[in-house]
Nanobody, 124 residues
């Protein structure tokens, strides 16, 4: 069983940056990937990005390309989502999830283990 814990959320001003983390523990397949998702109040969950930890291969949703960067530290079983030029519309609960392959973030059903989420609020 895989456990995921997000951290690093908080309040950030519009135009600011924030990096959130996802620490993974438990039995993980060699080629597992971490996906990042978010859900704002009243909106559907949105897939943002994903990374395969063993080789750093990544995918991004078009909506965050150029603003969000996903990275990982394989030795620490940790993934990161660096967010920049944040806007009020980026306010949401951000989740990480694990899958056995590098599935595009829009395919959230392929991600079987989920963290509890971390709140990111963009406001002045």
């Amino acid at each position: 069983q895989v456990q995921l814990v997000e951290s690093g959320g908080g309040l950030v001003q519009p135009g600011g940056s924030l990096t959130i983390s996802c620490a993974v523990s438990g039995r993980t397949p060699d080629y597992y990937a971490i996906g990042w998702f978010r859900q704002a109040p009243g909106k559907e969950r949105e897939g943002l990005s994903c990374i395969r930890l063993i080789d750093g291969d990544t995918k991004y949703a078009d909506s965050v390309k150029g603003r969000f960067t996903v990275s990982s530290d394989y030795s620490k079983n940790t993934a990161y989502l660096q967010m920049s030029s944040l806007e009020a519309d980026d306010t949401a609960v951000y989740y990480c999830a694990a899958s056995e392959g590098l599935w595009a973030p829009r395919l959230s059903r392929e991600y079987k283990s989920w963290g509890q989420g971390t709140q990111v609020t963009v406001s002045s």
